[in-house]
Structures are given as C-alpha cells and as structure tokens.
C-alpha cells in the first residue's frame, strides 16, 4: 500500500503555516503574485518564493506568466477541494460555543471556491433548482433537466457541454459550513459567472467572500424565493 506515503506527502507540503495560508488565499480561483502572496502569509519575498517553488513542484499551484510578471493559482478544483476537505475535517469537532469571526461569518454566508459559488447562498440555490425541478440530485451529481436546459437559457447562462468539462459537468460538492451539496462543476462555475454579470455579487476586499447587492437581494427574491444572506462586512474587492 502506498497510500499512507503520499497521504503524509501531501499532508508535509500543506501543513507548513505559511504555505497552507498562500493556498487559502488563492481559493477563489484568481491569480496572484509572488509579492501578494507574501503579504497574505506576512513573510519575505524570498521565503515566499521558496514555498511558491514547493508548491508548484507538488503539483498544487500553477504558473500563469504574463509578460516579465508571474501570477501563481490553484492547479486544479481538485486542489481547492482538498483544501475544502481539510477546513470541513478541522471544524467538525467545532466547539458549538466558539463565535465566529466577522470573516468568518461572511465566507459562511458566501464565498468563491475556485470557481463556483459556496457558502449558504449556494445551498440555498441549490435547493431552490431542485424545488423548481431543474435539477436532480443523484449519485454526486446535478443533473439539469429539461425545464433546467430552458431556464438556465434563458437566464443568460450559456451551459457547457459535457465533453468539454471532462467529467466535471455539473458535480456536487459537501459544503464544509453548510453540510450539504452545492452545484459546482462547470455548471456551477457558470451560474456564478452570471450572477456576477448581472451585479448581484461583488468580491470582497482581501477575502474569497463575496457580497450580495442590493439588486442581486432583490434579484435573487424575485426569481427563486431566496433571503440572501446579510454581509458581515461590506468591504468591496476590485
């Protein structure tokens, strides 16, 4: 069995402080610099370059270039799920009267993991699909139906086809504050997508958070029933 050795592999290349807050920085998809990255992890731009080489060496950032610059992301959604999965783990045994931080009030409500849409608002979406039947949830999957393919048209969202996406259609992940499934795959990328197009959403400041506007309050009411949730701060991202 070799499980157990690339199991503690992986486990020694995240579990260095500062490289694991450089992936959590880059959870919400975008890329960064090598500088933003220091800063996010309040270390020197040599050692965060040493940690970027370990990183990309395992497989876990890539390199996106850009002239004389270079950005780092996430390699894959299978590195950001990782990363999902250890947050879940680490807070299952949460003592219940431990209060949140107000960050962590808003990365609950709403935040990007990678390229979708987590946090309660993405449940509650996920529901509202399934309610309207435009979704069936089975087997760690979404599966658009009929009226779905209708809706989602002519809701602005262009669906990717299938042989596209590599079997990441329309999957279903474990939110780790919610512990229920929300859409992610390509389909869930794309809604989020559209949910920013149409400025319901805004990126919050130095957070993969994000905040619900008013029109997309009012958005979001009148097209599938939804309270979105307040924002713990209102702190815009550019």
Not at 12 to 40: K, N
Not at 185 to 214: K, N, Q, Y
Request: proline fraction near 5%; charge should be positive; aromatic fraction near 6%.
């Amino acid at each position: 069995m070799i499980t157990g050795p690339i199991i503690a592999e992986t486990a020694a290349v995240v579990g260095d402080p500062a490289r694991a807050t450089m992936l959590s920085a880059l959870l919400d998809g975008r890329a960064l610099t090598a500088s933003e990255l220091a800063l996010a992890a309040r270390i020197t731009p040599q050692t965060a370059s040493t940690h970027l080489a370990k990183l990309t060496a395992a497989g876990m950032l890539s390199v996106v270039r850009n002239g004389r610059h270079r950005h780092f992301r996430l390699a894959s959604p299978a590195v950001a799920g990782m990363i999902e999965g250890i947050v879940a783990v680490a807070l299952e045994k949460r003592p219940p009267y431990r209060p949140l931080s107000r960050e962590a009030r808003a990365l609950s409500a709403a935040r990007i993991c990678y390229d979708h849409l987590a946090g309660r608002l993405s449940v509650d979406l996920t529901d509202a699909f399934v309610t309207r039947e435009y979704v069936v949830l089975e087997d760690g999957v979404a599966e658009i139906t009929t009226a779905g393919t209708c809706f989602f048209t002519e809701f602005g969202i262009e669906l990717p086809t299938r042989r596209a996406t590599r079997g990441h259609y329309s999957r279903l992940c474990l939110d780790w504050t919610e512990r229920r499934p929300h859409i992610a795959g390509a389909v869930g990328a794309a809604i989020t997508r559209r949910c920013f197009d149409l400025g319901w959403m805004e990126r919050m400041e130095r957070s993969h958070a994000v905040i619900v506007t008013p029109l997309g309050r009012r958005g979001l009411q009148k097209t599938f029933g939804i309270e979105a949730p307040e924002p713990a701060d209102r702190t815009k991202r550019s």
